[in-house]
């Protein structure tokens, strides 16, 4: 095989913990080490991994190939990917959807000034959930659109129920109503609220004489749960600490409509995660492997998951994934 | 808005009359032209397009951008798509799988040559079902594919069932098994038999006295039923006309893996088609506009699917989509 491709991930919070176990199961990539803000005597990493002061992060211009961006969407990549671009390739998951132009543009002219190639915006959504909402307008003109998300964890609300008295443990999962997948596959439904399209499901744990009271208050709550149908599980300890513990999360992107007057198509992609930010790390590094291969090649500027090919994303050659997976 | 991309049509069977009717469905396109082997004063065309003498092809270099080759895989294409791809950018649905390698071969050396662009295998299967076999495996390194196909009509099954006497009208579905699909989803059932994977079901128009024995005859036909788990339902005659008269088809593709011991993560695509050649037509379409685009850029060659990235497959610009769909 030919030389792996040496990847640094920069920031260790939940994203950077799954960067750093998907670049394990991919055998082209090895990483180089990972980059902190925090003091790196105090990070305890999952495989014993190398980690670095972030200052440092320019002496290792010759020790690395690609940057994988963990940092937060709210305030550290709008700062760290126009940065960073200018010395590595790089990739984020940025996912402040409003402000994706003006976060592309900054960090597109950062990477076209120093000749190196950017990808963001890059994961689930967006990313692949993206990637299907344009490939159902592309093959399905005439038709509409319908994005889910769910089953999936809610950190918010979570905490409210934790909040309620008597709660010992509790977690909300945010679901989409399934007669409203089956009504998008038919085309309809597009004008519903989100309080229409999902319900909100709670696992509790708690003493069962309060259980009655745990369950009003929850279901009552203004704001958080009062619009939504609401189902509380009293379950025991056990079960919560083995099932309940995981980021979930998922969803639907459904576009249904017309490719004749007498003839519907439906096309439908979706997630069942049972850690989200392990998927998008894999996402993540995927698209690492892209933007080093490409940047090889001379391309250079930003760009985001619509400009890239698949067969850039795989450690396969053109002739086997055509031979095994055409 | 820019010129419009001027297509043609070399075939005029199912995909060719899908390609013309999806052609009308991109405000970017118009039909230059439809070739055929026949007489053209033969051929009723669905929207009036002109029907030419696929000999004068040649002719029409200044006329027309790209050519969608909608002729069968089993003795059309083989010989088309090389020759056609000397003249024009061109695409095909080119899906004989054990065959596709040297396909390509032969397709990207005519069109090297020539200095001219072809994708090869686009459609639905080979085409977004195996960007999707790609996409499973890119992002969940460690896991498992199914590929399903289905609820889908099948000619050769449908010809059986109305053979049995007294069956005035009948057509046979195969459908996957929901508890396989669910399985599969889970990771499970890898090494199943086509028949423990799928289920079929008939719909038969004939005269009440004969159900029962039509029904047996049917369950029993060696080969074509005997190892199956098959439904016969009866239904009357205007049912039938207006529900079975579709070239429905579609499926799944499901991967499932685990990114760590501890989560497991679960991607699937889906599509439910009524109409098998409209759709099919309609992703070669959206290639055709690739093939013109990324040609006129300079990239010649043969290529497939895999290596066509979203962007260059839509009308709309990268500002449009970016603020849009990411
Ligand atoms: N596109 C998608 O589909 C998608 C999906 C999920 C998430 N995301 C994006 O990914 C971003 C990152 O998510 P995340 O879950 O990884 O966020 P996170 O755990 O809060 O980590 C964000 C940053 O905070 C710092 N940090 C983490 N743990 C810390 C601690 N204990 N004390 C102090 N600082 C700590 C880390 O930087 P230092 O190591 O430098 O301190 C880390 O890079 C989100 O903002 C979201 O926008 C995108
Ligand atoms: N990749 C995918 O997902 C996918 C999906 C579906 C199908 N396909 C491929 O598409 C290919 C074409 O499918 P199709 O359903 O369009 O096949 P079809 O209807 O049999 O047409 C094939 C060719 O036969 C000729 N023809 C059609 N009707 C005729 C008639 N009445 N008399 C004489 N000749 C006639 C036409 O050429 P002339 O006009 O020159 O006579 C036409 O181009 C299939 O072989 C399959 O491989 C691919």
């Not at 909040?163 to 010992?168: A, D, F, S, Y």
Request: glycine letters at 8%; one cysteine or more; charged letters at 25%.
């Amino acid at each position: 095989m030919a030389e792996k491709v040496r990847i640094g991930i920069v920031g260790y919070g939940n994203l950077g913990r799954g960067a750093e176990l998907a670049v394990e199961k991919n055998p082209d990539m090895e990483l180089a080490g990972i980059f902190t803000r925090r003091d790196p005597n105090t990070i305890q990493t999952a495989t014993n991994a190398n980690v670095y002061c972030q200052d440092n992060i320019r002496s290792f211009q010759d020790k690395l190939d690609v940057l994988i961006l963990c940092g937060g969407s709210a305030s550290d990549l709008p700062e760290m990917s126009p940065e960073l671009a200018r010395l590595f390739p790089i990739v984020d998951s940025y996912d402040n959807h409003a402000k994706i132009p003006d976060h592309y543009k900054k960090v597109n002219q950062a990477a076209e000034e120093a000749g190196k190639l950017a990808i963001i915006s890059a994961g689930w959504d967006p990313g692949l959930f993206s990637l299907n909402r344009l490939l159902g307008e592309i093959v399905i003109p005439d038709g509409g659109t319908h994005t889910f998300w769910g089953k999936g964890l809610s950190q918010g609300h979570s905490e409210a129920v934790r909040r309620v008295e008597g709660v010992k443990k509790g977690v909300q999962y945010t679901v989409p109503m399934e007669e409203i997948l089956e009504d998008a596959r038919n085309g309809k439904g597009e004008d519903l609220t989100a309080a229409e399209r999902h319900k909100r499901v709670c696992y509790i744990v708690a003493d069962e004489k309060d259980h009655a009271r745990i369950e009003e208050e929850i279901k009552t709550m203004p704001d958080y749960f009062a619009p939504y149908d609401t189902t509380v599980h009293f379950i025991d300890e056990e079960t919560f600490d083995s099932e309940h513990q995981k980021m979930r999360h998922g969803g639907f992107v459904i576009r249904s409509g017309n490719s004749s007057k007498a003839h519907k198509q439906a096309m439908e992609f979706s997630l069942t995660l049972e850690s989200n930010p392990e998927f998008t790390a894999s996402v993540l590094v995927a698209y690492a492997r892209a933007a080093y291969h490409l940047h090889k090649k001379g391309e250079t500027g930003a760009k985001t998951p619509f400009d890239i090919p698949f067969s850039a994303m795989t450690h396969k050659t053109s002739a086997e994934i055509m031979k095994d997976l055409l």
